[in-house]
């Protein structure tokens, strides 16, 4: 068995910008959620072994995720939601890491959802870190 990831965050910016601080919150907050996606068995019953979230930083927020065909080669799951490159340029670090946080639980929760996978766990995660 591989250490593959159950998720990746990374980011796109579909406007001219730059978020400095961007990539080092996504991956603290995979690193967060890594392992209690892993002891909550996250990805037991599902199609896919990896949650590949896609932030679009761009002209608005679109929150609710698009999901997209699992890479059967990769046995990833696309998702992906939109950012307001705008707004998030007026935050600082701890607000910025909060936005990404809770946005990506909403994601699990919706994945969760449509894939019928465990989410009681998640909803405990609601309380920032």
Avoid: Q, W
Wanted: hydrophobic residues 45%; charged residues 30%.
């Amino acid at each position: 068995m591989t250490n593959k990831r159950i998720l990746l965050i990374g980011g796109v910016y579909r406007v001219p910008g730059n978020l400095k601080c961007a990539g080092p919150l996504m991956a603290e907050v995979c690193d967060e959620f890594e392992p209690e996606l892993s002891r909550n068995d996250y990805v037991k019953n599902a199609p896919f072994d990896t949650v590949s979230l896609i932030f679009r930083f761009g002209e608005g927020d679109e929150f609710d995720p698009e999901i997209g065909k699992i890479d059967k080669r990769h046995s990833e799951l696309p998702v992906a939601i939109a950012f307001s490159l705008a707004r998030l340029k007026g935050m600082d670090r701890a607000k910025l890491r909060d936005e990404f946080r809770m946005a990506t639980l909403e994601v699990l929760c919706d994945v969760a959802a449509n894939f019928d996978l465990p989410f009681e766990f998640l909803d405990r995660m609601r309380a920032p870190a």
